[in-house]
């Protein structure tokens, strides 16, 4: 669905989170950082100062994590959770689950993860941007992706995408970064995919209106059975059917 703006995009986003934690208190989010959700995230904070939400029971599972960063690294997505939600909202700290970038074994860490959210029951609603490779979460464009939570290395691109959170420096961007897979995100019962901005025009309509390849991470969203685009107009200007 194409929205007038990137704040009205956000505003049905967060309706639709607030209306799912109504139904059902414990629920199990999937969560993204970057550009593109910071308005969700303003959203949120508002209904929850408004008492219209309370996230006391919700489980929160990020998508990614960088490796080699500590949770209070600047640059570290747990951080920026922290800045712009966690800190601000009543989720409880044993409710948040996070990637630890300082895991010493890269391979028991995704096994911890993938754990835990079998324990809670899986994710009940992603909610993703797109990279405009087409990647999601830091899964990046592949001949093969590896289906469940991994390390990976990121492509150049991504790193520059990245930089603003390391001064503007994309050689200070890690170089490797924990992503759960797109099995792991497949799984979840529903999928909210975010776009905004002109720049994400063109990837948007590979992603969901042309063949699915590994080549297009995000094209195997088309597969959801249960999948809601939250596009501003600039975002959605090359898609020929209207959402
Ligand atoms: P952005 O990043 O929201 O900062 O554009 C999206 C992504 O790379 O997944």
Do not use: W
Not at 58 to 67: I, Y
Not at 77 to 86: K, T
């Amino acid at each position: 669905m194409a929205y007038a703006s990137e704040t009205d995009a956000a505003r049905a986003l967060a309706s639709r989170v607030v209306a799912a934690i109504a139904q059902k208190p414990e629920l199990v989010l999937a969560l993204p950082t970057g550009r593109t959700p910071l308005p969700l995230y303003r959203e949120l904070v508002r209904l929850h100062q408004e008492r219209q939400v309370s996230f006391a029971k919700v489980h929160t599972f990020n998508l990614d994590e960088f490796r080699g960063l500590a949770p209070d690294d600047p640059g570290s997505f747990r951080a920026y959770m922290e800045r712009h939600f966690f800190s601000k909202v009543d989720v409880q700290p044993e409710r948040i689950h996070f990637l630890s970038g300082q895991a010493e074994d890269a391979g028991e860490e995704c096994e911890r993860y993938e754990g835990e959210l079998a324990q809670v029951g899986g994710i009940d609603l992603a909610i993703l941007g797109i990279g405009s490779n087409g990647h999601i979460a830091f899964n990046e464009p592949a001949e093969k992706l590896l289906p469940r939570t991994h390390l990976t290395k990121l492509s150049r691109e991504t790193r520059e995408a990245n930089a603003g959170l390391f001064g503007g420096d994309a050689v200070r961007v890690p170089l490797e970064a924990y992503t759960m897979g797109m099995e792991t995100i497949l799984g979840a019962r529903e999928v909210a995919l975010m776009a905004t901005g002109a720049k994400k025009a063109e990837i948007l309509a590979r992603a969901l209106e042309a063949e699915i390849t590994e080549r297009v991470p995000a094209s195997l969203l088309q597969r959801h059975p249960c999948l809601s685009v939250y596009a501003d107009e600039a975002a959605a200007a090359k898609l020929k059917r209207a959402r």
